[in-house]
């Protein structure tokens, strides 16, 4: 907000005593932004909000997708997060403060916008977009110089045709290259779903490992590499019997995705 002053010639006390008010409340306010201004993703704008309940309604009511909305949605997303990017000292946790105010709905059923910084060098970060339990999910993945990241890889069903998008989990790998793993449909009562690993060299990002669908799944990561331990023989008239489990862990070796070791676990380990 700004005020013009026009000169005038009565100089009286009083027209300068409100002229000096009048000048101060002004600069008050161009000093002081309105509550959400300046703050990118402080509000989410109204096209992007319709845009998450449409994908949301379209995917419960099962109809025709198409990747336009989609894509139009996660460009927003995408402005919003270089935005805060690309700046001399990046605040991941700013901002993913900004990005869980583009949530749609109370409670949120699974819809949630975050980001993660990812391995190895230079900095890249890789934004996750739930849409819902019913809705469509994302990843998009950042890099470039300091300060001038892009847009530079994708996971959808778009650009990947097998990719199951129902709700998924975002795990960092730490270490030297750029590694997370997926987790996807992991929303029953008995945590069935389906992983999968995915490598950004710093141009293309690609699925290095894929499991099954698998039940009563529970994963770790940390310096060891990505541990997962499941069921490997469920009871099929009965979901909660499990009479084999399995732990696997994966580690990122000599630029590949390696199986490091498979436990075979006793029913009672299984289940835990």
């Known amino acids: 907000m700004g005020i013009v002053l026009t000169k005038r010639h009565h100089m009286g006390g009083s027209w300068l005593g409100f002229g000096v008010f009048v000048l101060a409340y002004g600069l008050s306010l161009a000093a ?18 319709r845009l998450a309940e449409k994908l949301a309604a379209d995917r419960d009511a099962g109809a025709e997708e198409t990747e336009g909305p989609e894509e139009q949605a996660l460009e927003i997303l995408d402005r ?13 946790e700013a901002l993913n403060s900004r990005l869980a105010a583009f949530v749609t709905r109370e409670p949120p ?41 892009l847009l ?12 199951f998008d129902d709700y998924i989990e975002l795990v960092p790998v730490p270490g030297g290259a750029a590694l997370f793993v997926t987790v996807a449909g992991r929303t029953d009562d008995f945590k069935t779903g389906v992983f999968t690993a995915w490598h950004f060299d710093g141009h293309q990002i690609e699925s290095v490992w894929t499991s099954d669908i698998v039940e009563q799944s529970m994963y770790d990561v940390n310096a060891n590499g990505f541990q997962l331990s499941y069921c490997a023989d469920p009871n099929p008239d009965d979901p909660r019997v499990c009479h084999q489990g399995r732990r696997e862990r994966f580690v990122w070796q000599d630029g590949a995705w ?6 075979t676990l006793a029913p009672s380990d299984a289940a835990r």
């Not at 919003?80 to 991941?92: K, Q, T």
């Not at 530079?152 to 990719?163: E, N």
Request: aromatic share 8%; proline share 9%.
């Open 80 to 92: 919003v997060a270089l935005g805060s990017l690309n700046v001399a000292a990046p605040d991941s």
């Open 109 to 149: 059923l699974g819809e949630g916008f975050h980001v993660f910084r990812l391995g190895g060098g230079p900095a890249s970060f890789a934004l996750l977009a739930d849409f819902g339990e019913g809705g469509p999910s994302a990843v998009r993945v950042y890099a470039g110089a300091p300060g001038k990241l």
């Open 152 to 163: 530079a890889a994708r996971v959808d069903r778009y650009a990947q045709k097998d990719f």
């Open 258 to 263: 390696k199986q490091a070791e498979s436990v």
């Open 32 to 49: 002081t932004p309105a509550s959400g201004q300046n703050l990118p993703g402080a509000i989410p704008p109204a096209e992007f909000t």
